[in-house]
């Protein structure tokens, strides 16, 4: 399945449920292979509302006759799974390090930069395309088209030494009461 393919008209359904699709990927459960759905509220930037799971049942819900008519076989071929972005949420925008500016984040690039593939600094500015990490008190830009994966680390934040260079706004790390909320579609349905 192609996912460039699919991720446009997913974001835009999920768009009117109030949802935004953070990150979107296959996965494999046993045997099973799932179409993975991380969403997040429209307005998670001012509301700081939590993914509950009635909100991954109501987009969940909301998603399942619009695939049969979008995409026909998708069911036929993949479960649907919709779940919270969680506290080590995945990055996969601009806006997202944008929003998250001044949090420790990892950071995995599909090929080398200055012989480096593995990145875990605070989140600084966005210059431009790249994002700029502040790693060991050495400033890096990172472009976007180059990350393969991002997420934050916010249970690394409190050990980590502070940024020397960053003036970033720092935020408490979230309490999500120890759970991470998704729904499962049920494969016999």
Same mark, same amino acid.
């Given at each position: 399945?192609?996912?460039?393919?699919?991720?446009?008209?997913?974001?835009?359904?999920?768009?009117?449920?109030?949802? /935004?699709?953070?990150? $979107?990927?296959?996965?494999? *459960?046993?045997? %099973?292979?799932?179409?993975? =759905?991380? @969403?997040?509220?429209?307005?998670?930037?001012?509301?700081?509302?939590?993914?509950?799971?009635?909100?991954?049942?109501?987009?969940? /819900?909301?998603?399942? $006759?619009?695939?049969?008519? *979008?995409?026909? %076989?998708?069911?036929?071929? =993949?479960? @649907?799974?919709?779940?919270?972005?969680?506290?080590?949420?995945?990055?996969?925008?601009?806006?997202?390090?944008?929003?998250?500016?001044?949090?420790?984040?990892?950071?995995?690039?599909?090929?080398?930069?200055?012989?480096?593939?593995?990145?875990?600094?605070?989140?600084?500015?966005?210059?431009?395309?790249?994002?700029?990490?502040?790693?060991?008190?050495?400033?890096?830009?990172?472009?976007?088209?180059?990350?393969?994966?991002?997420?934050?680390?916010?249970?690394?934040?409190?050990?980590?030494?502070?940024?020397?260079?960053?003036?970033?706004?720092?935020?408490?790390?979230?309490?999500?009461?120890?759970?991470?909320?998704?729904?499962?579609?049920?494969?016999?349905?």
């Amino acid at each position: 399945m192609d996912l460039k393919k699919v991720q446009p008209p997913l974001e835009r359904q999920l768009a009117l449920l109030g949802y /935004e699709l953070v990150h $979107l990927e296959i996965a494999r *459960e046993g045997r %099973d292979e799932l179409l993975r =759905l991380y @969403i997040d509220h429209l307005d998670a930037e001012t509301s700081h509302r939590q993914v509950t799971l009635a909100d991954c049942t109501a987009a969940h /819900e909301g998603l399942l $006759l619009w695939t049969d008519v *979008e995409f026909p %076989d998708l069911r036929e071929k =993949l479960g @649907i799974e919709v779940s919270s972005p969680g506290l080590e949420r995945p990055l996969t925008k601009a806006d997202h390090f944008r929003r998250f500016a001044g949090r420790l984040c990892r950071v995995q690039t599909a090929a080398p930069i200055n012989g480096q593939k593995r990145f875990k600094g605070w989140i600084g500015p966005m210059e431009g395309e790249s994002v700029t990490l502040e790693e060991d008190g050495v400033m890096k830009a990172i472009p976007l088209e180059a990350i393969q994966k991002a997420r934050l680390a916010p249970f690394d934040e409190n050990g980590a030494p502070r940024p020397k260079h960053l003036t970033a706004r720092f935020t408490e790390v979230p309490d999500a009461g120890g759970v991470e909320t998704s729904v499962v579609e049920d494969e016999e349905a």
